[in-house]
């Protein structure tokens, strides 16, 4: 592995222990992603192309775990994070100089329960994805009006859509969801604790 620099939260430039990286890259079950790596390049870009920022590393997280990880990662270094999933924000935030980005678009775990009109999601599905499971049982939500919007972006951000004349915003619609906070701490945040039921999103159809 060649010298990772990257940028402290204060702005200042290091060089990350390659014995850290290794280890924190043994404990991710998704992949890591380097700037020396050929998916590196892909891997970096956002939907808004004027955006061009270059962070030290990319974490494909698969899970909470790999969120975890990889939060627990940028607080001991005291680097930026930027969290991903439709990366359509338009000033950027998906991604950042210098940091390390989770990138939670290989989450793509979904449960629809019909019978409760809710369904269970993670951070990484997309409006696209969400609706092409939930038509299969006639329900849907309020969500964006692009097919690949992530859920969790559009949902903190409001989320306006389609349905939201008769059914309001994505937000109105959201019962609870697992949230790792700036801490390193899992925390379900909601009225109803046992909604979520370990999954990143669970909304009311």
Request: proline share 3%; charged share 15%.
């Amino acid at each position: 592995m060649s010298t990772l620099r990257a940028t402290t939260l204060a702005g200042t430039d290091i060089q990350l222990d390659s014995a850290a990286v290794t280890a924190f890259k043994a404990r991710l079950h998704g992949a890591l992603v380097c700037p020396e790596d050929p998916p590196y390049e892909q891997a970096r870009k956002v939907w808004n192309g004027m955006i061009d920022k270059h962070p030290a590393l990319i974490a494909r997280c698969t899970g909470v775990a790999d969120v975890l990880h990889t939060v627990q990662f940028a607080r001991t270094h005291e680097i930026p994070i930027a969290m991903r999933c439709g990366s359509h924000n338009a000033a950027g935030h998906a991604t950042c100089d210098g940091g390390i980005v989770a990138d939670l678009t290989p989450m793509k775990g979904m449960r629809v329960d019909a019978a409760q009109r809710r369904v269970h999601a993670q951070g990484g599905v997309l409006w696209g994805e969400f609706d092409r499971e939930t038509q299969v049982y006639g329900l849907g939500t309020t969500g964006g009006a692009v097919n690949d919007t992530g859920i969790a972006g559009l949902t903190l951000g409001g989320g306006i859509g389609w349905l939201m004349s008769q059914y309001g915003l994505a937000c109105d619609n959201l019962v609870s969801a697992d949230v790792v906070t700036a801490e390193g701490e899992v925390i379900t945040a909601g009225c109803d604790r046992s909604a979520a039921l370990n999954c990143h999103l669970s909304v009311a159809l």
